[in-house]
Nanobody, 121 residues
Framework: VQLQASGGGLVQAGGSLRLSCEAR??????IGWFRQAPGQEREFVVV????????YYTDSVKGRFTISKNNAENTVYLQMNNLKPEDTAVYFC?????????????????WGQGTQVTVSS
């Protein structure tokens, strides 16, 4: 499956952005978001199950980020509110198959290109 991430940009601290991840079909896949800041390792952000009924967030974004899935539109959204400078990174969406919601990138079979999110202080 080919994934297309979009929606990144430059925003001031406290602002909001909404990222989108599109594909031809999401019905079979759990969709995760990861991010990678310059000089740092890729970091798990959040994952949503294939039916949209389960989610899992990394602690640093809980209460600020919300993931949602629209299977009819074949799109996963990541609403990011109250952004902080430490959220600055390239954000990637990825797809995995199975019942578990993986937090490690090795369990994702498909990756989209990244979209840059920059939060200024």
């Amino acid at each position: 499956v080919q994934l297309q991430a979009s929606g990144g940009g430059l925003v001031q601290a406290g602002g909001s952005l909404r990222l989108s991840c599109e594909a031809r079909t999401f019905g079979r896949y759990n969709i995760g978001w990861f991010r990678q800041a310059p000089g740092q390792e890729r970091e798990f952000v959040v994952v949503i199950s294939r039916d949209g009924g389960r989610t899992y967030y990394t602690d640093s974004v809980k209460g600020r980020f919300t993931i949602s899935k629209n299977n009819a539109e074949n799109t996963v959204y990541l609403q990011m509110n109250n952004l902080k400078p430490e959220d600055t990174a390239v954000y990637f969406c990825a797809a995995s198959i199975g019942d578990l919601l993986p937090t490690r990138g090795v369990f994702y079979s498909y990756w989209g290109q990244g979209t840059q999110v920059t939060v200024s202080s």
